[in-house]
């Protein structure tokens, strides 16, 4: 099984639609991300679950809601998006460590077209 | 808030050239890492870098942890086609989750 893997691959839902990717990781690692990935312009973190409890919001929308019920498993519930919100959303993972150092490992991404 | 310059944007080579790329800070970073992403693929980790001058091999890639803290470099010896893709730089600025990350450099390889 490889590292981080993430369903589904493509996603299109409308504006009133409720849909929600999922991301598992087989890495043994104890700290979740949530980015997206805009054309053009750097990665931008949404969430990050350590330890299944969740340590960064960066002032994301609520209409993103993440769920992350054990340290494999990482949910992101999508309700009453904009078109704006169509990207490629990537999962990552990485061992939470005393050092501080996170190196992550990403997953294949959804790539989510809002229409 | 911090960011990241990343040069250049992209890049067109010959196969069997050398390529180099950099990140710039304006802030001290504890930590390098350099990421390639391939077409409908997520990044994956090529270098990471945790000391002021360290510099790390990875096959043909070299990447370079500045010794201001602020920067750092990516070298890619005699490329090859499977090279092409997206490079990110992300640095780790403290001790929190927050990777902060370059908007990549887009490597070509000309026909």
């Known amino acids: 099984e490889t590292g981080v893997t993430q369903t589904p691959r493509h996603l299109v839902m409308g504006m009133t639609n409720k849909k929600s990717l999922k991301c598992e990781q087989h890495l043994g690692h104890n700290a979740m991300y949530w980015y997206k990935q805009s054309a053009k312009k750097p990665l931008e973190l949404m969430f990050v679950y350590s330890l299944e409890e969740r340590v960064e919001n960066n002032s994301v929308p609520s209409r993103f809601s993440p769920e992350c019920p054990n340290s494999s498993h990482l949910f992101l519930h999508l309700h009453t998006l904009q078109p704006e919100d169509s990207a490629l959303y990537l999962c990552?993972?990485?061992?939470?460590?005393?050092?501080?150092?996170?190196?992550?490992?990403f997953g294949p991404g959804t790539r989510l077209t809002v229409t | 808030g911090q960011q990241l310059n990343q040069s250049p944007q992209s890049m067109f080579i010959q196969e069997g050239e050398d390529v180099s790329m950099n990140c710039t800070s304006s802030?001290?970073?504890?930590?390098w890492l350099w990421y390639k992403q391939d077409p409908g693929e997520g990044p994956v980790l090529l270098i990471a870098?945790?000391?002021a001058g360290e510099l790390t091999s990875n096959g043909r890639l070299t990447a370079q942890f500045g010794i201001t803290r602020k920067d750092s470099f990516l070298n890619i010896s005699a490329s090859i086609p499977s090279d092409v893709g997206i490079y990110f730089c992300?640095?780790?600025?403290?001790?929190?989750?927050?990777?902060?990350w370059g908007a990549g450099t887009k490597l070509i390889i000309k026909p």
């Open positions: 870098l945790y000391k």
């Open positions: 990552a993972s990485s061992q939470d460590s005393l050092a501080g150092v996170h190196e992550q490992y």
């Open positions: 802030s001290i970073f504890n930590t």
């Open positions: 992300a640095g780790q600025p403290d001790s929190n989750y927050q990777l902060i």
